[in-house]
């Protein structure tokens, strides 16, 4: 189960019906749980519209041989909602 901080995201996001494509610890450092979604995350829209606070952080990963991604990390918990960079699907 994610962190409070991010639970409500991660809520709306399966209640709209995008589906989750991973659940876990991606890395050994610093991730406790990270979901990622197979859609892209106004990340700018959906802070304000959740009031995330200022522990989650837009994380964004370019790299194409590990996965490019973009969505929230929590610093305090070390919990993760990440989506895709491009696609059809988009949220926020």
């Known amino acids: 189960m994610l962190c409070h901080h991010l639970q409500a995201l991660e809520k709306e996001l399966k209640e ?53 991604e973009r969505g929230f990390v929590c610093t305090e918990c070390h919990d993760a909602v990440m989506g895709v960079l491009a696609g059809d699907q988009h949220f926020g």
Not at 24 to 51: K, Y
């Open 16 to 68: 709209a019906g995008f589906v989750e494509t991973y659940r876990g610890s991606p890395w050994t450092e610093n991730c406790r749980e990270w979901v990622f979604f197979d859609v892209v995350l106004d990340t700018a829209a959906l802070a304000v519209r959740f009031s995330l606070p200022t522990c989650v952080k837009v994380h964004e990963n370019l790299d194409a041989r590990s996965g490019t």
